[in-house]
């Protein structure tokens, strides 16, 4: 879910290369910065073992905090008060996050899969970013099909929660890989094409690429490579 769910309208224009590569250097940049609040969030929940709610409750307000947060994102887009909201996002996300963590190092190679999930996102990250620099002509047209594609998987994850329905939320699993290892080829050709041109937003699009990347493989690794004791 990115950019008021990941919008599928590009910006357009002419921009420079100059002005291209600023953004793209400032975004990974950003980008990577902001891990440390969500490393720093996922480690508290783990370590005080927070309470954070699972299931259609644990997913509304996880669904509300994206939403809410990418709304005041925009607002302040344009503004170091941007930067300082996406931070606290992901410092929000990384709480989220620990619950999952959690379970996954309650398994016997909890860790080892922990390791195969940021390895397999480093990868998935690496070789759709560069495929998304090398393709000069816009894929606008692509983004309308992911946009329509994920909202189709939160409806089904809702439906799935709601109703307990464990291989339904296995095949949605696996969609949100697909359609965000995708996205993160979208999102950085909209930033090579001129399509999205600051970088706040563009780091928000490709942290939450990112973000749903990681827990998507986390959780297929756990489902189907943990070992219980």
């Given amino acids: 879910m990115e950019n008021q769910m990941n919008s599928p309208v590009s910006l357009g224009g002419s921009v420079s290369a100059t002005e291209t590569n600023r953004v793209l250097r400032n975004t990974f940049l950003l980008l990577a910065l902001s891990m440390i609040p969500t490393v720093a969030g996922a480690w508290l929940g783990v370590a005080l073992k927070l309470p954070i709610p699972g299931g259609f409750i644990g997913f509304a307000i996880f669904f509300a905090g994206v939403?809410?947060?990418?709304?005041?994102?925009?607002?302040?887009r344009d503004s170091s008060i941007g930067v300082v909201i996406l931070l606290v996002f992901t410092f929000f996300m990384g709480l989220m996050l620990s619950?999952?963590?959690?379970?996954?190092?309650?398994?016997?190679?909890?860790?080892?899969?922990?390791?195969?999930?940021?390895?397999?996102?480093?990868?998935?990250?690496?070789?759709?970013?560069?495929?998304?620099?090398?393709?000069?002509?816009?894929?606008?047209?692509m983004g309308k099909f992911l946009y329509i594609g994920m909202w189709s998987a939160v409806v089904l994850g809702v439906i799935?929660?709601?109703?307990?329905?464990?291989?339904?939320?296995?095949?949605?699993?696996?969609?949100?890989?697909?359609?965000?290892?995708?996205?993160?080829?979208?999102?950085?050709?909209?930033?090579?094409?001129?399509?999205?041109?600051?970088?706040?937003?563009?780091?928000?699009?490709?942290?939450i690429d990112v973000f749903s990347v990681f827990q998507s493989l986390l959780a297929l690794l756990g489902i189907f490579g943990g070992e219980k004791d």
């Fill in 160 to 207: 799935a929660l709601v109703f307990q329905i464990p291989m339904l939320m296995i095949a949605i699993t696996g969609l949100v890989l697909v359609i965000f290892s995708l996205y993160i080829m979208y999102d950085v050709n909209q930033i090579v094409t001129g399509g999205e041109t600051n970088y706040i937003i563009a780091a928000t699009q490709l942290y």
């Fill in 99 to 141: 619950r999952m963590l959690g379970s996954v190092m309650n398994f016997k190679n909890g860790s080892s899969l922990i390791m195969m999930a940021f390895g397999g996102t480093a990868a998935i990250l690496t070789g759709m970013a560069m495929t998304g620099m090398m393709i000069k002509s816009s894929l606008t047209g």
């Fill in 67 to 76: 939403m809410g947060f990418q709304f005041a994102i925009h607002r302040f």
